[in-house]
């Protein structure tokens, strides 16, 4: 048995690798290809994932994975080994579900799709992009149903995104949420708005990076493992445990782009560079949901780096570095700008608390079209009737309404934009679990040292990768089930002091 | 047949890809991979190398091809589709001659062999890489071994780099050029020595590299194609036709290095972008051997580059971009330290006179290594009576003397100088070519204008490929065989006017 777990690991490396490999033609067409190395960047793509296809769904692996299976069930349950076998099958299982031309039907779709969604935003063109959407719903459709027996047409997308949950879980968990959220919206924007004038000036590309890095170095992200280069859209990618690197962009006129751009990227790689070197090459080594990671991101970005205690320590330093633009402004001053609340249109501008709502109303509507309830057709107005509900703001157009966010048009409809709140929610979860265990860390991060919180991270949730699941997290972390009390209570106790509610 | 051709072409260009997205690893391990990706890029860069290898010396491929070859012949031979064939065959056979464990075992080797190298070169320890390159001269044989019937044992070796040229063919070339260059240097190192303190001053690594970028972009080196990156040694690559491109690297207290070693990189590139687009993802797709590459690189790193005509135009821009530094270096002075001749050590600083000297040298020993008429034990001691024979300079340690260069210790011994030689030699003959077609050439280079010669290159060798031998495109531009007749014609008439002999 141990060559055959020598076995299958091997194989398993290859198609990781295969994967890994890919990432990296990604991440250098995002950030220095010159255009002229599309066309073959696009082919050579479409080779990897073929290659890795081929051998995730392979009889080959199949029979290994059957020949290990009762060895498996003698092994202790919360084993290493234990979890991998599991975790391996269930990938071979969705490979072999999925008909060998999907992934390159629906491939060639998104790419036609993308292309058409990039003309149709600056042209408020919604119209164009109809046929396309009406494809990749049949397409998210189609695939959903090679899973059959699902409570919701949607559940295999999640499952794809954040394993172990479903629609009606998140549902549940979104409409308590909501009900908490759209008070709190109303009464924070019934008080004077906070004037952001002091981020909205000058700031050079050079000193915004520079700050950037230093924070993150503190935070304990590995420049060993890892690097940041500039990009349009700002992601975080692996190559292997050994190298993770994260990307940003600058806008000189706004200091918050960058920077919390980079301290969220951060926390995602934080999050693969501290899984077990153990699970190299397997399917363990990777963040185990589209959740945890975004609530890795988000702490990271927002309990800690947007935090007063933390800018007690970097304002001074910031100040320092863009002497001219922040002399005159006070810590309150700076504190309240960055953490400043408003109705907005577009979410990756949002604030932490309208946030969610954003994310909330595209959930709801993608389940809504899967489940046939909603029609393309009458997307944009039901877009625009959510944002007058849940906002109370409706925008002048598709462009900064249905058109705004690129994964319908890139990805399937369904599964991509529940982790961005289930990560809001969990992210409290953990750092008061962190809390509980490290009181120190609240005045350590006011000097600038991160260590127990990272190690806290470390050890009790980036260390396990895939091993456990979301729901395992938190129970392991804070004894119970995922509640939105800690996050609710953060966001009250936070902003209602910024606001005197 | 066109349906069979039509596979042919499918199968070559996953082959093909396979290679890109390796080069594509491998420029980024040098550019700006953190070293924590070392372990995992081996790891995926040996998947592809197999992926390509299990490809190229398939059954299947076998087959396809067989049951082209008659087809094959009926064609047109200096067709594109009879080369295609041609060379694909080629390729094929070379795969199925050479046991799959080969490249495994060689790659494996190499690894520590150059490991074996970066510490030894400081050290000054040969001693230490003697068991390593025993085993390479081994496998280097090995190599050939499989290629029986060969007229020397380093045939097999250069067929790989300089594909028609035999080692006897290139020996007695050499001997030629040796015995005009040996007095040519002699007759110039008798006259007074240059003074170069001119290009040793501090340079700004901007200023240096937005020069460099300035003249490559006028050469034509198309950026929406390629860009260039910073990297410790210089190379060109490429990823597809569309993606070819340079890396470079600046010592700011030296002016010479970055500037030609950008002009060097950019005549490879050019090449390379100027192969005919139909050929993408062939083997046809490609320069056709080293010789001719370096013919590319150094016609336009030195012919155009180091020219007088050429700084007429260029050292009033280069004093605005340097002014404190060469506001008092006329023009003359200038041109006479970019071409100052000096017996020296070490190949990769040496001047266009001196530099096949060395280039011979390691020729000449890998040859008689190879056959065994000279020990590795006694290679260090070859090397320094060789080079006060022909230089009249010998290195006081190992580590400029055989250690100096990492070739043996990354690749086969056999194959890999020549090409620089042969380069020399050719890039004259076709620069003469050009200027007998276009004798307007010189005129519009002294204005900055590259536009007739590099249209004249690029339909007379870069739009062929591999479609053509070295020997073809020689015979091809100039009528006849080559010859280092117009090469030493330059030389002696540059340099006999620049130390007036």
Redesign the interface.
Known sequence: MENKLKELKTKL??IY??E??RS??EW?QST??????????G??MA??TR?RQERLGSPELGKLLDSLQSYGETLDPDSDDARLLVEARKEFERATKVPPDFAARFTEHTVQSYQTWTEARPNNDFESTLPMLEKTLELSREYSNYFPGYDHIADPLLELTDPGMKVDEVLSLFAELRSELVPLVESITAQEEIDDSCVRKHFSEKGQLDFGLQVITDYGY??????Q?KTHHPFMTK?????V?ITTRVSEDYLVDALFSTLHESGHAMYELGIKPEF?GTPLASGTSAGVHESQSRLWENLVGRSRGFWEHYYPKLQTTFRDQLKDVSLDEFYAAINKVSRSLIRVDADEVTYNLHVMIRFDLEAQLLEGTLELKDLPEAWHAHYESDLGVRAPDDRDGVLQDVHWYTYFIGGLFQGYTLGNIMSSSFYDAALKAHPEITGEIATGNFDTLHTWLRENIYQYGRKFTASELVKRTTGGALSIEPYMQYLKTKYGELYSL
Do not use: H, N, V, W
Not at 222 to 227: L, P, Q, S
């Open positions: 490396q290859e690798d295969l890994m490999m990296l033609l250098d220095y290809m010159p255009p002229g190395g599309a066309t073959a960047r082919r050579q080779i990897l290659l590995d420049f060993e493992r890892g690097r280069d190559f292997s445990l050994g190298d690197r190299e």
